[in-house]
């Protein structure tokens, strides 16, 4: 858990890249790998692992191999088997393009993981350019020639509601001195509330954020 108590959203990304891990294959390339949190889970299944990101990150530079923008991948068509890519789209000026992109360096048969935000707050601003809905990320990933197209909730409406809470909570507590070292937990004990009220009633409808698997023919 963060000191702040902001445990939920890492678990949640956690559990669907676990989820959908047995689908990456031979050579792998995350786009915005940041500091490659789920290399250990994906590592494992895969060839080789290239760490991609773009110049401006916000993130720690360390991890990465290479640099450049995901609209012009510096690789050539077919050098991977797996495209994994966790809450980057949002961070990019035409998502399509990326997609293409994506797409052009897989390998016939090779698969695609995505996941996007839906509702979520301003992040990493000024880059923060778009949501996408579930049909919106299945209706880009065929554009870019990709079948099979499954896309799933991150969690449901009272999750998503117990993590606009919570963040608010940390803002709040941010600017209130008097109350920052009651935040944790409260922020915590409310995080843990929003998964249980998730599982006694499940609404999926203004689901946090969305986890996308496809395949390219082949």
């Known amino acids: 858990m963060t000191p702040d108590g902001n445990w939920l959203p890492a678990w949640l990304n956690t559990r669907k890249v ?11 390339l995350d786009v915005g790998c940041g500091t490659r949190p789920y290399e250990p889970i994906l590592g494992p299944r895969v060839r080789s692992y290239v760490g991609f990101d773009h110049p401006d990150t916000q993130h720690d530079r360390s991890r990465v191999d290479v640099w ?4 012009a ?7 991977f088997d797996t495209v994994v ?11 399509g393009k990326v997609l293409l992109e994506m797409a052009r360096v897989l390998r016939p048969g ?7 935000p839906f509702m979520w707050g301003l992040h990493e601003v000024p880059r923060d350019f778009f949501r996408v809905t579930p049909y919106g990320m299945a209706q880009l990933l065929e554009r870019a020639g990709l079948e099979r197209a499954h896309v799933e909730p991150m969690c449901g409406s009272l999750g998503t509601q117990g993590l606009l809470a919570s963040y608010l909570l940390l803002r709040v507590a941010n600017q209130t001195p008097a109350l920052r070292p009651l935040s944790a937990p409260a922020v915590a004990g409310m995080q843990l509330a929003a998964v249980a009220a998730d599982r006694l009633y499940r609404d999926v409808t203004d689901a946090a954020g969305y986890f996308a698997v496809a395949a390219k023919p082949g």
């Open 18 to 28: 676990r989820r959908f891990a047995g689908v990456c294959h031979g050579d792998l």
């Open 68 to 71: 450049g923008d995901a609209a």
């Open 73 to 79: 991948l510096p690789f050539e068509d077919g050098s």
């Open 85 to 95: 890519s966790f809450h980057v789209l949002e961070h990019t000026e035409d998502p």
């Open 110 to 116: 090779g698969i695609v993981l995505l996941a996007v």
